[in-house]
């Protein structure tokens, strides 16, 4: 093909037909300021982290890796620095030996909580893999197998906190407050910034000496401020998500008090070595590049998020968030009622994928999950959900999670396939 070839013929040789790529124009031109105000908190966070790591005095030398013991890595403890100074917190703790999301909270929970504590969830139940790491589900090494109990209040049917039981929750034991931002793969609403202030404003005025736990996957820049600029005492999140910006290829982080990210230090590596060893090997080039991209990528993949709520409201499908929303993730849930659906609506997404374009996903019995689920991923780092991905539980009622994007471009093209994958099979039809 050569230069003239129009854009919309660039669609059609990904597989996009006219109609599905005009119903996507359409949807467009409503989304400009919600588009422009994205781009505003991108263009702030980029600033933050950019001078995040001028204050920081990131050198050339920070780059290069360690190996063995790993002491003195000056690129290691400048990129703690760095994350520190964007998160607004004393300290941080940022490596590749935290595998993923769950290690890293399960690493601030376990180095934090001793035998006789209590750990109190004032948001509902917690990210499913929590469970066993908590001892809601048996566990080996669960929290629960230590003495140290859990305690949950549930968030109240409109979505609110329910103040007068947290108040009852909070007790002599209370040591620990785990607060997850983003409402992962369920219903209720994802928390604001802002909310989440309150929760700890209300806890801590009960209880000021009790510990505030941010789990913040998927809310990294997705607004101007962090948890801990309202009060949170650790904010813990994966670098396969928003803040490794698609490039970093593991890793977990903790960030906040000192004596916190001490502890977890502690735990990580060994009591008395803490944060002086864990060698960065070649991972620090990927962890500076991709923090220093997270914030355009996270607006990319939030245009995507929207993108995909506006067109799947448009066709007549319950979509979490709706289409106006606020948004503080980058999570999109589309409700489709029926298993045809979501299978198609995964195979879609992988269709447009870089890596693995070419093979067709299917439900299968992934460990840990009561129902069959379907995956959707073609990624560049296995398993990572800041770029283009879906997955969808096959049970009632049958709606898929979809979420990333490392470019905005990119997202639409996945959303656009999805909708013509849908089309196709005679699952839906575009509205104009
Ligand atoms: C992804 C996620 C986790 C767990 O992270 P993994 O890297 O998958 O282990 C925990 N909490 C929330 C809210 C998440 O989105």
Redesign the pocket.
Known sequence: MGQNTTLQEQYERLGISEEVFRFGEQVLTELKERFEEIDRIAEYNQLKVVKAMQDAKVSEACLCGTTGYGYNDLGRETLEKVYANVFHTEDALVRPQIT????A?ALALMSNLRPGDELLSPVGKP?D??EEVIGIRDSRGSLREYGISYRQVDLLPDGSFDYDNIAKALSERTKLVTI???K?YQTRPTLSVDRIGELIRFIKERKPDVICMV?N??GEFVETREPADVGADMVVG?L??NPGGGLAPIG?YIAGKKECVENAAFRLTSPGLGKEVGASLSALPAFYQGLFLAPTVTAGALKGAVFAANLYERMGFAVVPDSKESRHDIIQAVTFGNPEAVIAFCQGIQAAAPVDSFVTPEPWDMPGYDAQVIMAAGAFVSGS?IELSADGPIKPPYAVYFQGGLTWQHAKLGILKSVQSLVEKGLATVVF
């Open positions: 993923c999301g769950t290690h909270l990210y893999t929590l997850q931002r983003s992962g789990d996957c998927y994966s396969i998500k977990g959900s």
